[in-house]
């Protein structure tokens, strides 16, 4: 959207919170080194999601294990199944190549034509899980935390050959009748206190500094959750699947990966 010219800068002086307390995991974005045009609402970790009653993870490569065979789902977001597919073949989704990329989707292909993949889901993959259909799922952690409130059994796992680091975010289109009250509205969930609700709430990682401060009195589970306020030696393990200018080869490897443009952009 920003290579395209469809949002518009940031005022910077209407965002002094953000400005504060945006933490520096996502203070750059090779999309937007300075983040001149966004403003990330949640990170999201991408990782294995599995039921501790069915099966024990030890590598991000476990979903490929043939004892698994309809028993795991992968993402439809292809940065995120094609970078932890990556980490498995010990390769950096930041630096990849169109090489590894490729080298990844036919990977991906191949467990898919054999039956070892279930289905490709989005957020629907929470029913799977839940029910024991599937047993070990490319999944976001924030969705994890969120389901093992009713679930104990379904757990996240930190892959240790690495996982993927993401985040949505905010923006403003070219053109909007009231970007100054967008901004508005960015900078005020930019307010550690304003944060630590949405934090109680959402479960995905607080890209906002002195929210785990907050919540440390009130809620200090919460608070020590790795899945919400990630240590500094846990994010050396986060990867970031690098930015491309040209996507139609990605594309069109394999389309019932790509769930969007947009995704990509």
Excluded: C
């Amino acid at each position: 959207m920003i290579r395209l010219g469809y949002v518009q800068k940031l005022d910077r002086s209407v965002l002094p919170n953000v400005e504060k307390n945006l933490l520096p995991a996502f203070r750059k974005a090779d999309f937007d080194p300075t983040r001149d045009y966004s403003a990330p609402w949640q990170g999201i970790f991408a990782g294995l999601i599995y039921r501790k009653d069915k099966v024990t993870p030890h590598s991000v490569n476990d979903i490929f294990d043939p004892k698994l065979k309809g028993k795991v789902t992968m993402l439809t977001e292809s940065r995120d199944t094609v970078g932890l597919t990556m980490l498995g073949m010990g390769k950096d989704p930041a630096k990849a190549t169109m090489n590894d990329i490729n080298a990844a989707l036919d990977k991906i292909d191949k467990a898919n034509r054999d039956g070892q993949i279930r289905r490709f889901t989005g957020n629907d993959y929470t029913k799977d899980i839940t029910k024991g259909d599937s047993w070990l799922i490319y999944g976001w952690s924030g969705d994890a935390v969120q389901l093992q409130a009713d679930n104990p059994n379904v757990r996240f796992f930190f892959p240790p050959e690495g996982f993927t680091l993401s985040s949505d975010n905010m923006q403003v289109p070219i053109g909007a009748p009231h970007a100054y009250t967008a901004e508005l509205m960015m900078n005020y969930v930019y307010d550690p206190e304003v944060q630590a609700k949405i934090a109680k709430v959402v479960n995905y990682v607080t890209p906002v500094r002195g929210v785990k401060e907050v919540l440390a009195n009130e809620n200090p589970k919460l608070a020590e959750n790795q899945l919400i306020f990630p240590s500094d030696k846990l994010l050396q393990n986060a990867h970031i699947f690098r930015h491309w200018s040209v996507l139609q080869q990605f594309d069109t490897q394999i389309p019932w990966l790509i769930d969007s443009h947009a995704n990509l952009a």
